[in-house]
C-alpha cells in the first residue's frame, strides 16, 4: 500500500508559478512509476505529465515547455514546477503511483486526495 498527499496548491496570478509536492508513504515507493493529473470543472480528469522510476519523462502537450516533474527518492517526493500558469490550467491536480509508466488512469494503482490550483486572469 501506498500513501500519497499533495501540497502546494493555491490561488496565483495568470503568468505565475506554483510548485505542487506529493509525499508517498507505504511499500515499495522507490519502484513506482509518479504522474501527476488534474481535473477542471465538468471536465473529465486529464494526464499531465509522469516520470518514471529511473527518471524519465513525459508530458501532456498542453503544459510541455512551462511544467516539469521531478523526484527526490530520498525524500520519497515528487514535484511538480508550474511556469507560465495560464486560466486553463485551473484543475484540481491528483497525484498518482502506478508500476507503469503511463499517461493512463488505468495504469495507477494509488492516489492522493488532489489540491486546487486557481489562475486568476
Do not use: H
Request: glycine share 14%.
Amino acid at each position: 500500500q501506498v500513501q500519497l498527499v499533495e501540497s502546494g496548491g493555491g490561488l496565483v496570478q495568470a503568468g505565475g508559478s506554483l510548485r505542487l509536492s506529493c509525499a508517498a508513504s507505504g511499500r515499495a515507493r522507490d519502484s513506482y512509476a509518479m504522474g501527476w493529473f488534474r481535473q477542471s470543472p465538468g471536465k473529465e480528469r486529464e494526464f499531465v505529465a509522469v516520470i518514471s522510476w529511473s527518471g524519465s519523462t513525459y508530458y501532456a502537450d498542453s503544459v510541455k515547455g512551462r511544467f516539469t516533474i521531478s523526484r527526490d527518492n530520498g525524500k520519497n517526493t515528487v514535484y511538480l514546477q508550474m511556469n507560465s500558469l495560464k486560466p486553463e490550467d485551473t484543475a484540481v491536480y491528483y497525484c498518482a503511483a502506478g508500476r507503469l509508466t503511463s499517461s493512463r488512469e488505468g495504469g495507477y494503482d494509488y492516489w492522493g486526495q488532489g489540491t486546487q490550483v486557481t489562475v486568476s486572469s
